[in-house]
């Protein structure tokens, strides 16, 4: 939260929009001030006992009352676009809710000595995952089983423990990073531990490495299969809600480009759902073979492109995508990393000049700066909705229709 005291801007941890709070500085960067809240002087009336450590990964928002939280959210979106787009949104966003419990279907894990956990904020101190309720009790349950399996074998190799398992946890799936060679026989039996159903490492894969999900989209069903080193939305709740929204706002038999297109999430449900036309372009290895796994099993109306999205080249997608009489590209959808759009990908987007671009991101900020260049080239923002995929802590999916003007 944001305080400012004689003119400096301060970051307060573990504080509320409205409170009065003593907290003391612990670093300095550059123009701005990092504080801990040491005691609460006027409490909000949304303050809770935060139910774990609320410097632990994924807990930073744990005092707060979620419906609050999911106001916050709202106001944020609106503060980037404002502050760094310059730009005024048309509504306010309304930020879908969800349950808090058990909703994250990947998480990456780290192991220190014996322990496994999450890291603390700013450090590399482990936390106990259970304890924030991120993970359903049975993953849980099979990562401690892990665990013990790990040190009954003497096997104190393995840094980084990534974590993948579907919807319905039906089928869970986890890669080791090991600092060390470990041997097929060790790799063997942890794969035989209650609650998984594949183990991979550098050294080889046991069972099976992918899950596969089941979404149901209107009256679609949409099946999809993911490495375990794949990226995929994390939110096991609103996956299904997320990808509706974005699959409704594509047009009936339109011919859409789908930029960062991971596993195939977006191309599959306008392929199946909205008869889309889809040209698919992915540069991660696994998820673009995963996509081309499940543009294949989708039955054909896919086109999948496997490179980087700055590097394809725009007459090779307008091409592909081209039908007699149509645009090459009527939608856009591109739901890109963290950093968000580089330059060449923006410039890519804009030669384009397609009438409609749907914008995924888990980033705001770079969202509002990308979001500028957009409108400063054409578009215009016709609505923003958001999904709280990330349930007690600051981020938030942030979905954005433009239309070109």
Not at 166 to 172: F, G, I, K
């Given at each position: 939260?944001?305080?400012r005291?004689?003119?400096?801007v301060v970051l307060?941890a573990?504080a509320?929009?409205?409170?009065?709070v003593q907290?003391r500085?612990?670093?300095?960067?550059k123009?701005v001030a990092?504080?801990?809240?040491?005691?609460?002087?006027k409490?909000?009336?949304?303050?809770r006992?935060?139910?774990?450590?609320?410097l632990?990964?994924?807990?930073a928002?744990?005092?707060?009352?979620y419906p609050?939280q999911?106001?916050?959210?709202?106001?944020?979106?609106?503060?980037?676009f404002?502050?760094?787009?310059?730009?005024?949104?048309?509504a306010?966003?309304?930020v879908a809710g969800s349950?808090e419990?058990g909703?994250?279907?990947?998480?990456?894990?780290?192991?220190r000595g014996?322990?496994?956990?999450?890291?603390?904020e700013?450090?590399?101190d482990l936390?106990?995952?259970?304890a924030t309720?991120?993970l359903?009790?049975a993953?849980?349950d099979?990562l401690?089983r892990?665990m013990?399996?790990m040190?009954?074998?003497?096997?104190d190799?393995v840094?980084?423990?990534?974590?993948?398992?579907?919807?319905?946890?039906?089928e869970?799936?986890?890669?080791?990073?090991a600092?060390a060679v470990?041997?097929?026989?060790t790799?063997a039996?942890?794969?035989d531990?209650?609650g998984?159903t594949?183990?991979?490492?550098?050294?080889?894969a046991?069972g099976?490495?992918?899950?596969?999900?089941?979404?149901?989209?209107?009256?679609?069903?949409?099946?999809?299969?993911?490495?375990?080193?794949?990226?995929?939305?994390?939110?096991?709740?609103?996956?299904?809600d997320l990808?509706?929204?974005?699959?409704?706002h594509?047009?009936?038999g339109?011919?859409?480009?789908?930029?960062y297109?991971g596993?195939?999430?977006?191309?599959?449900?306008?392929?199946?759902?909205?008869?889309a036309?889809?040209?698919?372009?992915?540069g991660?290895a696994?998820?673009?073979d995963?996509?081309?796994?499940?543009?294949a099993a989708a039955?054909g109306?896919?086109?999948t492109?496997?490179g980087?999205?700055?590097?394809v080249a725009t007459d090779?997608l307008?091409t592909?995508?081209?039908a007699?009489?149509?645009?090459?590209?009527?939608?856009?959808?591109?739901?890109?990393?963290?950093t968000?759009?580089?330059?060449?990908?923006?410039?890519?987007?804009l030669k384009l000049?397609?009438?409609r671009?749907?914008?995924?991101?888990?980033?705001v900020?770079t969202?509002?700066?990308?979001a500028?260049?957009?409108?400063?080239h054409?578009?215009?923002?016709?609505?923003?909705?958001?999904?709280?995929l990330?349930?007690n802590t600051?981020?938030v999916?942030?979905?954005v229709?433009?239309?070109?003007?």
């Amino acid at each position: 939260m944001i305080a400012r005291v004689d003119g400096q801007v301060v970051l307060v941890a573990d504080a509320i929009p409205g409170e009065r709070v003593q907290a003391r500085i612990e670093r300095v960067g550059k123009g701005v001030a990092y504080a801990q809240t040491l005691s609460v002087d006027k409490p909000s009336g949304d303050r809770r006992h935060p139910f774990a450590d609320p410097l632990c990964g994924g807990c930073a928002y744990s005092h707060i009352a979620y419906p609050r939280q999911l106001e916050i959210k709202s106001k944020v979106i609106a503060d980037a676009f404002k502050r760094i787009g310059r730009l005024e949104l048309p509504a306010a966003a309304a930020v879908a809710g969800s349950p808090e419990d058990g909703y994250r279907m990947r998480a990456r894990l780290h192991v220190r000595g014996h322990r496994l956990g999450f890291f603390r904020e700013n450090s590399h101190d482990l936390c106990d995952a259970r304890a924030t309720r991120q993970l359903l009790p049975a993953t849980s349950d099979a990562l401690d089983r892990l665990m013990a399996a790990m040190r009954s074998l003497g096997l104190d190799a393995v840094r980084e423990i990534e974590l993948s398992e579907n919807v319905d946890a039906s089928e869970r799936v986890v890669f080791l990073d090991a600092a060390a060679v470990v041997d097929d026989s060790t790799l063997a039996r942890l794969a035989d531990t209650d609650g998984l159903t594949g183990l991979g490492s550098v050294f080889g894969a046991y069972g099976s490495p992918y899950v596969t999900d089941s979404l149901t989209i209107g009256e679609s069903v949409l099946r999809l299969r993911r490495h375990v080193q794949a990226f995929f939305q994390g939110n096991r709740h609103l996956i299904g809600d997320l990808v509706a929204h974005v699959a409704n706002h594509v047009p009936i038999g339109s011919a859409v480009l789908d930029l960062y297109a991971g596993v195939g999430l977006f191309s599959v449900a306008t392929a199946v759902a909205r008869g889309a036309r889809v040209v698919a372009v992915e540069g991660d290895a696994y998820a673009a073979d995963d996509l081309h796994a499940n543009a294949a099993a989708a039955g054909g109306q896919i086109t999948t492109v496997r490179g980087a999205v700055e590097t394809v080249a725009t007459d090779v997608l307008a091409t592909s995508g081209r039908a007699a009489g149509r645009p090459a590209v009527e939608t856009i959808i591109v739901d890109p990393p963290r950093t968000g759009m580089s330059p060449a990908a923006v410039d890519n987007v804009l030669k384009l000049a397609a009438p409609r671009l749907l914008y995924v991101s888990c980033d705001v900020a770079t969202l509002a700066r990308d979001a500028r260049r957009l409108v400063d080239h054409g578009y215009a923002i016709d609505r923003v909705d958001a999904f709280d995929l990330f349930p007690n802590t600051p981020h938030v999916e942030t979905v954005v229709v433009f239309v070109r003007t």
